[in-house]
């Protein structure tokens, strides 16, 4: 990340260690970051806020914020919250795939062309949300 990142949006997926979902919100965000919306959007590790760093913590504060859970404990929403941030989207990976059943995923470790295919259509939504919430920024 620069040091001229005031106005970018940052994703914060789960971390969904274990999980297909944790890894297609993995994914996703990377598409985000990386393909979809370079220079608007950034990440964010969820372990760091969870472990406490400060500097963190400072980041979720000062950006917006989209998370992507993976799961229903909904760990990326519960720590931005912890750290006194606030989401301004939240995903769930599972709503996602509920319209797209047939796109299952072929293992945590290995996502297969299902599996990024669904990352795809994720990111696609979380991509918009973050043209939305420049949008509303420059009004």
Same mark, same amino acid.
């Given at each position: 990340?620069?040091?001229?990142? $005031?106005?970018?949006?940052?994703?914060?997926?789960?971390?969904?260690?274990?999980?297909?979902?944790?890894?297609? @919100?993995?994914?996703?965000?990377? #598409?985000?970051?990386?393909?979809?919306?370079?220079?608007?959007?950034?990440?964010?590790?969820?372990?760091?806020? %969870?472990?406490?760093?400060?500097?963190?913590?400072? +980041?979720?504060?000062? !950006?917006?914020?989209? %998370?992507? $859970?993976?799961?229903?404990?909904?760990?990326?929403? #519960?720590?931005?919250?912890?750290?006194?941030? +606030?989401?301004?989207?939240?995903?769930?990976?599972? $709503?996602?795939?509920?319209? !797209?059943?047939?796109?299952?995923?072929?293992?945590?470790? !290995?996502?297969?062309?299902?599996?990024?295919?669904?990352? +795809?259509?994720? @990111?696609?939504?979380?991509?918009?949300?973050?043209?939305? #919430?420049?949008?509303?920024?420059? #009004?």
């Amino acid at each position: 990340m620069s040091d001229n990142d $005031d106005d970018k949006v940052l994703i914060i997926p789960c971390s969904g260690i274990g999980r297909a979902f944790g890894s297609v @919100g993995r994914e996703a965000t990377y #598409m985000v970051v990386e393909e979809m919306r370079p220079g608007e959007a950034d990440t964010l590790c969820l372990s760091l806020l %969870t472990m406490g760093d400060e500097e963190a913590k400072q +980041r979720v504060r000062k !950006h917006q914020v989209i %998370t992507i $859970d993976g799961c229903p404990t909904a760990c990326a929403e #519960m720590n931005v919250k912890s750290a006194g941030g +606030r989401s301004a989207a939240n995903f769930k990976v599972v $709503d996602t795939y509920r319209e !797209h059943r047939e796109l299952k995923v072929k293992s945590v470790l !290995h996502l297969g062309e299902p599996g990024r295919k669904l990352a +795809r259509f994720l @990111g696609e939504k979380v991509a918009a949300t973050v043209d939305a #919430m420049k949008m509303k920024e420059d #009004m």
